[in-house]
């Protein structure tokens, strides 16, 4: 697989709302988790579990399987089950074109694809990529590019000459788990994987639950702690362009919400149980179909929705989360939860403490 | 009839022998979706027919699929429940492996077989279970997994196919005391001596016509796939003896201690 740690970013001034991080910090490169607990000699639940009690303004710094501790009975985890998809594809322009990375974004209502384009030589985004280029991926797949994305221009919109489950399929004959600089090897695609995990979408793991596993999902349910479904199936995370990414633009995710996780929702919220979301894509599609009174219907649709201090959870009232980058637009999302001088001081605690951040690092319950 | 209306169903092992006579039997009783798996594409498409005339508003699934490669496995899974919108109702771990023909013994099993046995029969059911888990678990789900009397008692030659069997049921009790309360059951079903192809190659001096055809055993497979045995965990069933080897009035699984 490709690791694209040497490729120039390129400035280019884009068209997006700009939002500036509401904090930022020094993470020194030793605290990017690099391989998978399991392979730093640790269970998947034994990661650290950083607690801020935002009514107590405490700061209690645990290991994960002990999250119990901190729930009670009546509580609502809810957790996305999205599968994540070997969303990184190899494929060379036909006939004898340049070769690249596609790594896929998102799945649209038109079954076609929006996907990040990365040239395999020299400037990730100068190889001639253009509409109309037909790409070949093996395994008898081929893909047309057809546009660039009106609103994230480094995304490019492409149809495969497969749909359904025969692409299903064929992706994950050919595909890797989308892998960034700091990872140290090509991990296989079920590190990449929630214990949870069904259906197939994610162009990236939704890492808040990865360490979750089955004996603690059985003990917390003895404990009185429900649970609750849904997915959003996540897009890329970097868009490989440093100011792009700086931008924060509002990537859209499709999600699905059921009428069993919507009763379970509405019925723990009318008890009195705090609805604690699994991730920041949680909190999203929550917020996103959640009405004034934070009751939320079943549904099925796109979010856009970027959640920043101006906005007032309705539907969620904690959050389970990992370590995020400086700059990172998930910071955004925190200062919903809690003030941002809060978020940095635990911040800091976590990075003396020696935290580490990244989809196979350590976690944040915000309370 | 309509015995499994709504449910979701994967065989593995589906193009032949008692798999395909539980896809034709299922598409019968009204399944919703069945996601065939078979190493060869050819004899699924026989199967699919005969599946379409016995339940034409079954959905068909079909993935070719070698179960002994692990990565073979999340794609079965991923492309089953992209398929069936995350829902799964039943798996059956019917897939087996039988090894070399003529059947040799132990003292003479090559190794690269006998680990490739394993992987078919033992290591992908514990993957399709673990990985197809969680598509069971709000709902409910059944899992049946196919052993034999091997499992059992040690036979002559029957080395890595019989070692298997005893692991898949050692698996078996391990999976349904873990998943005790959990509304997924987990039980296995001694089909018997049947006519099928493998068979025949295992034992080609024996006449086959002693055995039983695989569509006189999927009774017990229609009864583990649908509610009526929703409270049964951690059992063993002998699909050609009488009641199936259960005796009458034994409702309750086997639960974990403590």
């Not at chain 1, 700009?18 to 730093?40: G, I, M, N, Q, W």
């Not at chain 2, 070698?66 to 069936?84: C, G, K, P, W, Y």
């Not at chain 2, 050692?170 to 349904?176: D, I, L, P, R, Y």
Request: with cysteine.
């Amino acid at each position: 697989m490709s690791n694209y740690s040497f490729i120039p970013h390129r400035c280019r001034p884009y068209p997006l709302a700009v939002v500036s991080a509401p904090f930022t910090f020094t993470l020194p490169p030793e605290l990017s988790a690099k391989e998978p607990p399991e392979r730093r000699g640790l269970a998947r639940d034994h990661v650290r579990l950083m607690v801020i009690e935002r009514a107590k303004r405490a700061v209690t710094h645990t290991r994960f399987d002990r999250l119990g501790q901190f729930l009670r009975g009546g509580d609502l985890l809810v957790f996305n089950t999205s599968r994540t998809l070997p969303a990184s594809l190899q494929a060379c322009a036909a006939p004898a074109g340049p070769c690249m990375e596609i790594r896929l974004a998102e799945h649209l209502p038109d079954d076609s694809w929006l996907a990040l384009l990365l040239c395999q030589r020299g400037d990730p985004f100068a190889c001639g990529l253009r509409a109309g280029m037909q790409v070949e991926f093996g395994e008898g797949l081929t893909g047309t590019i057809i546009e660039r994305d009106e609103r994230i221009q480094r995304l490019w919109r492409m149809r495969f000459s497969k749909s359904g489950p025969e692409l299903i399929d064929v992706l994950y004959r050919l595909g890797r788990p989308v892998r960034y600089e700091y990872v140290s090897a090509p991990w296989d695609l079920d590190y990449y994987q929630t214990v949870y995990a069904r259906e197939p979408g994610s162009a990236e793991m939704p890492s808040a639950g990865r360490a979750f596993t089955w004996r603690l999902l059985f003990n917390l349910k003895r404990q009185g702690i429900d649970m609750a479904y849904l997915v959003l199936h996540t897009t890329l995370s970097s868009y490989m362009d440093d100011e792009l990414d700086a931008l924060h633009p509002a990537s859209e995710e499709e999600y699905f919400i059921n009428a069993t996780t919507a009763e379970k929702l509405n019925r723990a919220r009318a008890e009195g149980g705090r609805i604690i979301a699994v991730g920041t894509t949680v909190v999203r599609a929550l917020e996103a179909v959640a009405e004034r009174d934070g009751r939320v219907r079943a549904g099925h649709g796109y979010t856009r929705l970027r959640i920043t201090s101006e906005h007032k959870l309705k539907a969620v009232d904690a959050l389970l989360t990992g370590l995020h980058e400086p700059e990172a637009s998930h910071l955004d999302l925190l200062t919903a939860f809690l003030p941002a001088e809060q978020i940095r001081e635990a911040y800091e605690e976590a990075v003396r403490l020696g935290y580490l951040w990244h989809e196979f690092g350590d976690l944040n319950l915000i309370l | 009839m309509n015995r499994l209306q709504g449910k979701n169903i994967l065989i593995t092992g589906a193009s032949r022998g008692l798999g395909r006579s539980l896809a034709i039997e299922y598409a019968r009783e009204g399944a919703a979706a069945l996601s065939l798996v078979a190493r060869s594409s050819g004899h699924l498409k026989e199967v699919s027919e005969r599946v379409r005339e016995a339940g034409p508003a079954t959905r068909l699934l079909l993935i070719e699929a070698d179960l002994q490669h692990q990565e073979e496995i999340e794609r079965v899974v991923a492309t089953t429940l992209s398929e069936f919108g995350g829902r799964l109702d039943v798996l059956v771990n019917n897939a087996s492996a039988i090894g070399p023909t003529p059947l040799p013994y132990l003292l003479d099993y090559p190794l690269e077989d006998f680990r490739s046995v394993l992987d078919t029969n033992l290591i992908a059911p514990f993957l399709l279970i673990k990985k197809a888990l969680p598509a069971m678990v709000e709902h409910g789900g059944s899992i049946i997994n196919v052993t034999s009397d091997a499992g059992q008692t040690g036979y002559p030659g029957w080395g890595a196919y019989g070692i298997s069997k005893f692991g898949l049921e050692g698996m078996s009790q391990t999976w349904a005391a873990e998943l005790d309360g959990s509304d997924v059951r987990i039980n296995v079903v001694d089909p018997g001596e049947m006519n099928t192809a493998m068979h025949r190659a295992a034992e080609p001096e024996e006449d086959p016509n002693q055995w039983a055809s695989p569509e006189e055993v999927t009774e017990v497979f229609v009864y583990l796939a649908s509610d009526e045995s929703r409270h049964l965990n951690g059992q063993r069933f002998q699909a050609q003896e009488e009641n199936w080897g259960r005796k009458e009035g034994s409702n309750e699984g086997k639960r974990a201690e403590g």
